[in-house]
């Protein structure tokens, strides 16, 4: 499964990449997030609770940042089990572009691969489910760090 899309946000960059790099901010953010840890610069543990299609599942998973470049972007890799339900990998390549002083915009370009009973789902209620959290989770960024823009 590939996803790749952009979104304006309200912001510098500056404001965008600090809002990228603060667990406070992603856990607000990542649909299901029950906790996300950072436990050293470039990698985070997280607990989320998913229902995709019939399937619902708790994924415990961890996140690896490599090829950092700030306040560019960076790739993140993760990997998370959801018992029964299967689990889930994938990457993506994060890149923030300032296009104005107040105006970032945040390019992703994703791929997930996904095992046991949620791979039985098939690829067109994972397309759909994961489209669906990429935006949840993207409206809910941009939020944040509007919020950020105007407390600044």
């Not at 889930?88 to 107040?102: I, T, Y």
């Not at 390019?107 to 997930?112: G, I, Q, R």
Request: aromatic content about 6%; hydrophobic content about 40%; some cysteine.
């Amino acid at each position: 499964m590939k996803l790749q899309d952009s979104v304006t946000l309200p912001c510098d960059r500056a404001t965008a990449w600090a809002a990228l790099n603060d667990p406070d901010v992603l856990r607000r953010c990542i649909p299901g997030c029950e906790s996300l840890e950072q436990d050293a610069p470039d990698h985070l543990s997280a607990k989320v609770a998913l229902k995709v299609g019939p399937v619902k599942a708790r994924f415990a998973g961890e996140v690896t940042l490599t090829e950092i470049v700030p306040p560019e972007g960076y790739l993140l890799s993760g990997e998370g089990k959801g018992g029964v339900a299967g689990f889930a990998k994938g990457s993506a390549r994060v890149r923030l572009e300032e296009v104005g002083p107040q105006e970032t915009v945040l390019h992703y370009d994703a791929s997930a691969d996904v095992g046991g009973k949620l791979a039985q789902l098939g690829s067109r209620l994972l397309d759909s489910t994961a489209q669906k959290l990429a935006r949840q989770f993207f409206d809910s960024f941009r939020d944040c760090v509007a919020e950020a823009g105007a407390g600044a």
